[in-house]
């Protein structure tokens, strides 16, 4: 009895793939096609960026060639070395400003001391003088014999 059964399921088996392998080949055919017009998107958009690609190098070398870019690094360079100088010649201004500064201060000192012992205390007699008189006298004294 399971002899008369193997061929009748060995027939149904074949039926079944006859009905689904032509459904399974039309899929296959169906997904390469897609593939292939996905290929083709691809490619194309592949192409167009190459072409911007292309525009945009061939726009970089024109600047190159005319100089424009050499010409502005140049300058920066130069403007740069120009800085560098002006830099340099203010620390050197500032360092004279500081120096000239302290020697003023100095000399200012040493001159106010040397008026003070030309000065000397006030007498006892200049108190009763006019205020007039005691700035005459005082310029008496800075520049003696000068009238």
């Known amino acids: 009895m399971r002899a ?3 061929p009748a399921l060995a ?6 793939l006859v009905y689904v392998c ?3 080949a039309h899929a296959g055919v169906f997904d ?5 017009k996905r290929i083709a ?4 958009r592949i192409d167009q960026l190459q072409k911007d690609l292309d525009e945009r190098i061939a726009t ?3 600047q190159l060639k005319s100089g424009a870019l050499v010409d502005l690094a140049n300058s920066v360079e130069g403007l740069k070395t120009d800085v560098a ?4 010649q203010i620390e050197v201004l500032t360092y004279r400003l500081d120096q000239a500064q302290k020697r003023q201060r100095d000399l200012y000192v040493d001159l106010d001391a040397r008026l003070r012992k030309l000065e000397g205390p006030p007498a006892g007699a200049s108190d009763a003088t006019p205020p007039d ?6 310029a008496a004294n800075v520049a003696p014999g000068v009238p």
Do not use: F, H
């Not at 027939?11 to 079944?16: D, K």
């Not at 998107?41 to 194309?44: A, E, K, R, S």
């Not at 100088?85 to 340099?88: A, L, N, P, S, W």
């Not at 008189?133 to 005082?138: E, F, K, R």
């Open 32 to 36: 390469d096609d897609e593939a292939r």
């Open 22 to 24: 032509p459904q399974l």
């Open 11 to 16: 027939t149904l088996a074949l039926l079944a």
């Open 60 to 62: 970089l070398e024109r």
């Open 133 to 138: 008189a005691a700035g005459a006298a005082s």
């Open 41 to 44: 998107q691809t490619n194309l």
């Open 4 to 6: 008369r059964w193997v």
């Open 85 to 88: 100088k002006i830099r340099g």
